[in-house]
């Protein structure tokens, strides 16, 4: 089955600096990639996804990349915030008509210092 | 529009005890999904309903979970009886049929087993 490794696992950065957090994936047949952000007691949110047929996507202050020849893609936050402080997962699935299974990775913890 | 519903949010048991779980999601939804969170990792699935039927359910300990979708809306999760190790944080989601389709999760059930 599918495998997520996700690096770092704790991240610490300053105010208005950026954040980069790595996944690489097992499964070739994987297409579809979303982050999770999980705040304190609450389930995970999506905050991006790409497809497999796009090479980066961007949304205001984050964006994703996606390597499918060396099966790793990252999330790249900037200027970040305070309220970017939480734990954030990769996710990886197949296009299968049966189910929609997602694989996880391990989370990163990020805190921003104000 | 309202979220994924979860309840209980705590819940302290004895080993050997028995547990339920109830998730009611997101109207519409023909998919739900039951995840397990250890501390520090990130959710694994452990049953995927399309409707009220089973699409995946390879990663649910089937001697003492069970999980069931009554008239492919609500759906319960029980384990009996519990175990150390079962303690976690059990996450139901929710989405539309389909492969890209966001997964809504809820804000969980924070299991202890002493």
């Known amino acids: 089955g599918e495998n997520v490794e996700q690096h770092p696992s704790t991240l610490s950065v300053q105010e208005g600096d950026s954040a980069v957090i790595k996944c690489t994936y097992s499964d070739s047949a994987s297409n579809y990639f979303p982050w999770y952000k999980q705040e304190l007691g609450k389930g995970p949110q999506l905050i991006i996804d790409?497809?497999?047929?796009?090479g980066e996507k961007k949304d205001q202050r984050i964006a994703v990349t996606l390597n499918k020849t060396a099966k790793h893609f990252s999330l790249h936050i900037t200027e970040t915030q305070p309220e970017d402080s939480a734990v954030y997962f990769c996710a990886a699935k197949r296009s299968e008509a049966a189910g929609n299974k997602l694989t996880f990775g391990g989370g990163t913890r990020v805190l921003v210092k104000p | 529009e309202a979220g994924v519903a979860q309840s209980p949010r705590y819940k302290i048991i004895e080993k050997r005890q028995s547990v339920a779980f109830w998730c009611n999601p997101i109207?519409?939804?023909?998919?739900l999904y039951w995840y397990q969170q250890i501390l520090g990792q990130g959710p694994k699935l452990l049953i995927q309903?399309?409707?009220?039927?089973?699409?995946?359910d390879s990663q649910l300990p089937k001697d003492r979970f069970s999980a069931e979708r009554l008239k492919g809306v609500d759906s319960t999760l029980k384990i009996q009886p519990a175990k150390l190790e079962d303690s976690a944080v059990y996450l139901c989601?929710?989405?539309?049929?389909?492969?890209?389709?966001?997964?809504?999760f809820g804000p969980g059930t924070r299991l202890t087993v002493l």
């Open positions: 309903f399309q409707n009220n039927g089973v699409v995946d």
């Open positions: 989601a929710s989405s539309l049929s389909g492969t890209y389709n966001e997964q809504f």
């Open positions: 790409i497809r497999s047929n796009v």
């Open positions: 109207s519409g939804h023909a998919t």
